[in-house]
Structures are given as C-alpha cells and as structure tokens.
Nanobody, 124 residues
Framework: QVQLVESGGGSVQTGGSLRLSCAAS????????MAWFRQAPGKEREAVAS???????AYADAVKGRFTISKDNAKNTLYLQMNSLTPEDTAMYYC??????????????????WGQGTQVTVSS
C-alpha cells in the first residue's frame, strides 16, 4: 500500500524559508513522477513543482527562483525547499505521486497517490 507523508510545514514571516518533506512507502521515488501541489482557502489546487522520470523539473511561474524540488533516493523522500516566502504562498501543500514513469509534467488528475497535506502559513 502506497503512503505519502508530508511534514515540515509551519508558520513563518515574509522572507522566511521552510523545507517540506514527503516520505514515501510502498512507492519508489527514484524513477517515478512526483509533484508538489498547494491549495489556498477558497482557491483551486495548483501545481507548484514536479519531477519526471528523467530528472526534469518544472515549476509554477509564481515560485520559480524561490522554490526547489529535490529527491533523496536513499531516503525515498521528496523535498520542497521554499525560500523568500510571501503571504501568497500560504496554503496546504500536498505531495503527489504517479504510478509509473512519465516525461514532462502531468495534470493533477493523473496522479494516483496523494499525501494528507502540510500547512504553510506566511505572515506579513
């Protein structure tokens, strides 16, 4: 059974940093497609960053240059390093995984597995 467990969320002030983790079990981070999404209150869930099977990464325009997605294959964990946070980054952040390999970005509807989310709150 696949489980994705996010951690690392919290409350920070504008300009602060957080690193989110997504520990996977029953799923191999190394060769598969994974992503981070977020959903702010009253808004639709949106893609933040993703990895494809070839190690290619993609970022939403709103986070380019501030967020970095990475993996630790030995720990079977996906990360999201978030720097220069602003109140607009406040949201519940979710880790998602696709059951297989892929090239490029996937639509959120294609991801098979989701974590429970971790809250990020940025105050001004």
């Amino acid at each position: 059974q696949v489980q994705l467990v996010e951690s690392g969320g919290g409350s920070v002030q504008t300009g602060g940093s957080l690193r989110l983790s997504c520990a996977a079990s029953g799923y191999t981070v190394r060769r598969n497609c994974m992503a981070w999404f977020r959903q702010a209150p009253g808004k639709e869930r949106e893609a933040v960053a993703s990895y494809d099977s070839y190690g290619n990464t993609a970022y939403a325009d709103a986070v380019k240059g501030r967020f970095t997605i990475s993996k630790d294959n030995a720990k079977n964990t996906l990360y999201l390093q978030m720097n220069s946070l602003t109140p607009e980054d406040t949201a519940m952040y979710y880790c998602a995984a696709y059951d297989g390999g892929c090239y490029g970005q996937l639509h959120q509807s294609q991801y098979n597995y989701w974590g429970q989310g971790t809250q990020v709150t940025v105050s001004s």
